[in-house]
């Protein structure tokens, strides 16, 4: 057996914690880690966030984020402890032996400096490659992961080129110095479904190329079977399971790994329509002040009370777009909106507070639609004496039982947003939602945010809160896993246009139109090889056109 | 047309007009004052005749309107008036000490606002250790005592103690450049000491706010050592707030500096203003204000303008 290129033993990793209102104080994230990686090989870490993934990742790079600090145990780079070497050996080891690509490589490039220069600087930095030598591995390396111009990409600046093409370039950047190990830390979880499959192929072929080694970090199953040897489950700092991907995926021996395999589990029953919708949207044509082009393009559809409209699409086809035109912030250029059989007006100002109160809203990030310094019996609070004039012990009644619907009991009206989860937080806004007793609640990417695990918790308690209430949902969301859990009814958007819509069973039954046949055909499905058989089956498809 | 060309042509256009802006704000300031320059001259014993004529002669009798078209017009031909105390012209006479005044915050500037940014990088690479406390310390001290103050133990203890430099900081035109620079030494050393301190903290947190962004992580990463990371990725980064500080200073050098010069005996402008403004020589106080104006717009839109041009986005469209 060749000796590990990776080896971590006994890993601890503590970290300085400022909980509000108390002393700073010491806590460990990473309880004694231990794992081998030989060279060439794959081995996927993943587990929710605060699993310490990104934590144990970054740690075989010797660094800690922020207040982050390795305690204990030792790390491995071909065989010497970097936790013991002096720091001049550290950062010959970062960024020439083992490099790292992020999620986000839109902030991760600074945004002053051409593309060429930092793709190339490690390598140069670390006198791996002179310029020339590195300027041509990259440009090698630009063609390898599919970027268009791999020539003169190198010139432009990070904010010329789209989000997908940069996530490619950062692969490039990680690549270029020759490095035994890449750390990928959920390198395409910012990415479109659509971005996403070509980039994920870009990433494996480099890997299998160059005979790097890699650690891939993320929180999606799915896809990490597509690209690892081996995979590794944490939770909570700690070791769940460990095993070849075939063993996790197809005969996972832990419960909370068969969790994270079978999650989106939900099964919902289609609704039918009614013949009075609650929400008509009819060719509404809209667009930003500045823009010389239309945002949203006629659109039509329509909403049953008690039912879900899902919304699909990737970032920038209009589907917030909608959301704004329908609750009067952004004012149509064309078309009306009936809402429970009156006309909306279209800007929010002219809106009588009758319409205000029954179409709410629920935001991704619940962190920011709550004001920090409010407790939740305060958030809660707030539209039950603006629209009903609750005061004092009534109040405080009505938001006692709206926290018991959303599962949060006792004890948390006095809290304040910053100490509860994310999950908690949703909840919280999903309850200041109904506390206005709407009849229908605009959800934009609710659980996008969220772990799979707990979005799944959140769409359970939607639909409960559903059959309670009867309110209706338009359901925006890029996520197709979540519209199959929760949709009676589905539009799929397009570049400002509605490309499909109906009933979910019709919606998601072939035949496909070319953009939902690609938008299905790119979620990855939780087995081995099914990346491989997409490309090749698009191959053949676009081979027989 | 490229969108920068547009967007500086805009922000000259808003200088222009914010100039003039000024011009009627100075003149309608100057306006308002109570007192009277013609009494002023004459005196108290004055005969409302003697008044009516000097009044007609220095053109005071116009309505207000008239008055300002004649001023601006003939400030557009480089024409600032005379004075009315001894009938001099006033541009002549403010040449000079607005070249004495430049002079001054030029040699000023180029002490203060190298060091004052070397210090800031160096407050960063040593964050919350020894340096950065020492640097922000006596930074903020120098920044908290008057500037006469300093400057009269400035020339207690090294002009008087150990005789380097002229305590008193007169020029003139048949002086070296040498002799000039050794009579405003210590001028330049009180200024330096003055302005120092906002620019060094301004450098300071514009840099340890890019420092938080992850592309510095990226460059850390790398296995680039901290000087190398401030001084590629961070710095390129935090030129706009650091050159917005910087010009404020050097306004505040130009139009801030009364004190020093008095103290110094200085013939720069601050001083022919405070003269001339104990006089009621009201063209004189409004030529002041009009070229102090010009100085904190034309610096503030040099800033602006090095905002735009050292943005990416802005420099290279899609």
């Known amino acids: ?155 432009r600046y990070p904010h010329q080129v789209s989000g997908g093409q940069l996530q490619r370039c950062m692969t490039a950047l990680a690549l270029c110095p020759e490095p035994d190990l890449v750390v990928f830390d959920e390198p395409t979880t910012a990415l479109d479904v659509t971005t996403q499959i070509d980039v994920l192929a870009a990433i494996k072929e480099a890997i299998r190329d160059t005979g790097v080694a890699a650690l891939y970090i993320t929180h999606d199953l799915a896809v990490v079977a597509q690209v690892s040897d081996h995979i590794m489950v944490l939770q909570q700092g700690a070791m769940v399971e460990y095993g070849t991907t075939d063993q996790i995926i197809n005969d996972p021996q832990e419960d909370y790994t068969r969790a994270l395999v079978s999650v989106r589990s939900i099964r919902h029953e289609e609704k039918q329509p009614t013949n009075t919708p609650v929400l008509r949207v009819e060719n509404i044509t809209a667009r930003y002040s500045g823009l010389s082009f239309d945002v949203l393009k006629n659109i039509n559809v329509e909403l049953h009370p008690g039912q879900t409209l899902a919304v699909v699409g990737e970032s920038g086809s209009g589907k917030s777009t909608l959301a704004r035109v329908i609750t ?45 310094r409010q407790t939740v019996g ?15 012990a009534e109040k405080q009644k009505r938001i006692q039982e709206l926290l018991d619907e959303i599962e949060l009991g006792d004890g948390f009206i006095d809290r304040y947003p910053a100490e509860l989860s994310g999950g908690q937080k949703q909840r919280v806004c999903i309850a200041r939602a109904l506390a206005a007793k709407p009849k229908l609640i605009i959800c934009d990417e609710v659980t996008s945010a969220l772990d799979p695990l707990v979005a799944d918790g959140i769409l359970k308690l939607l639909l409960d809160l559903q059959k309670i209430e009867d309110v209706a949902y338009l359901f925006i969301t890029h ?58 089956h698009r191959k053949m498809e676009s081979a027989g056109h | 047309m490229h969108p920068i060309v547009t967007l500086v042509a805009q922000r000259v256009a808003l200088g222009v007009l914010l100039l003039f802006a000024a011009s009627i704000l100075i003149f309608v300031g100057t306006s308002i004052l109570p007192g009277d320059v ?19 002669e220095l053109g005071m009798d116009q309505p207000p309107l008239t008055r300002y078209f004649t001023w601006l017009g003939g400030v557009l031909q480089g024409d600032l008036g005379t004075a009315l105390t001894n009938g001099r012209d006033i541009a002549e006479s403010l040449g000079s000490r607005l070249g004495n005044t430049l002079f001054l915050a030029f040699w000023a500037a180029v002490v203060a606002v190298p060091l004052a940014i070397f210090l800031g990088l160096l407050a960063v690479r040593y964050k919350d250790r020894w340096p950065d406390r020492l640097i922000s310390a006596v930074t903020l001290t120098t ?46 050393m009180v200024l330096t000491l003055v302005v120092l301190a906002h620019m060094m903290r301004m450098t300071r947190a514009a840099i340890l706010n890019v420092m938080q962004s992850a592309y510095i992580e990226t460059a850390e990463l790398k296995g680039l050592g901290m000087l190398r990371i401030i001084r590629k990725h961070a710095f390129p980064n935090a ?34 203003l405070v003269d001339h403004v104990s006089k009621r020589d009201v063209p004189v106080v409004q030529a002041c204000g009009l070229i102090f104006a010009a100085v904190y717009i034309g610096l503030n839109l040099v800033a602006d303008l090095v905002s735009i041009l050292t943005n990416p986005r802005l420099r290279h469209p899609k």
């Open chain 1, 1 to 155: 057996m060749t000796d590990p290129l990776l080896k971590i033993r006994g890993l601890k990793i503590g970290a300085t914690i400022y909980p509000p209102g108390e002393k700073a104080r010491e806590i460990e994230i990473v309880h004694g880690v231990d794992f081998d990686l030989a060279p060439g090989k794959v081995l996927g870490l993943i587990g929710e966030s605060g699993a310490g993934k990104s934590t144990i990742g970054l740690a075989s790079m010797a660094y800690g984020r922020g207040g982050v600090e390795i305690t204990d145990g030792t790390v491995e780079v071909n065989g010497r402890d970097i936790l013991k070497a002096p720091f001049r050996d550290v950062r010959r080891l970062r960024g020439g032996e083992v490099t790292y690509v992020s999620q986000s490589a839109a902030a991760s490039f600074n945004p002053a400096k051409q593309i060429m220069e930092q793709v190339t600087e490690a390598a140069i930095f670390q006198n791996k490659f002179t310029k020339a030598q590195a300027e041509a591995r990259a440009v090698d390396l630009f063609r390898k992961l599919g970027l268009p111009e791999p020539e003169t990409i190198g010139n």
């Open chain 1, 328 to 372: 009067g912030l952004l004012p149509p250029s064309a078309g009306r909106i009936t809402f429970d059989g009156r006309t909306l007006t279209p800007d929010l100002a002219t809106r009588p507070v009758e319409d205000l109160r029954e179409l709410q809203m629920i935001y991704q990030m619940a962190d920011t639609a709550m004001n920090p």
């Open chain 1, 378 to 392: 305060t958030i809660i609070g707030r539209p039950l004496e603006f629209y009903f004039g609750l005061r004092g």
């Open chain 1, 479 to 536: 996520d197709l896993a979540t519209v199959r859990a929760i949709a009676d009814s589905i539009a799929v958007m397009y570049q400002g246009s509605v490309v499909r819509y109906g009933p979910k069973s019709q919606v998601l039954a072939p035949p496909f139109d070319d953009y939902t046949d690609l938008l299905l055909s790119s979620v990855p499905e939780m087995k081995l090889g099914w990346l491989e058989e997409v490309l090749r």
């Open chain 2, 38 to 56: 013609a009494q002023s001259i004459l005196g108290q014993s004055a005969t409302p005749e003697a008044l009516a004529n000097l009044r007609a």
């Open chain 2, 143 to 188: 920044i908290s005592i008057p500037e006469f103050m300093i400057g009269y133990v400035l020339i207690y203890w090294v002009s008087i103690q150990m005789g380097w430099f002229s305590s008193v900081a007169i020029i003139n035109d048949s002086m070296s450049l040498g002799q000039k620079l050794n009579a405003i030494a210590i001028p330049v």
């Open chain 2, 239 to 272: 030129i706009a707030p650091i050159v917005n500080v910087v010009m404020l200073n050097l306004a505040y050098l130009v139009v801030g500096v009364v004190v020093v010069e008095v103290v110094f005996a200085y013939p720069g402008m601050g001083q022919y």
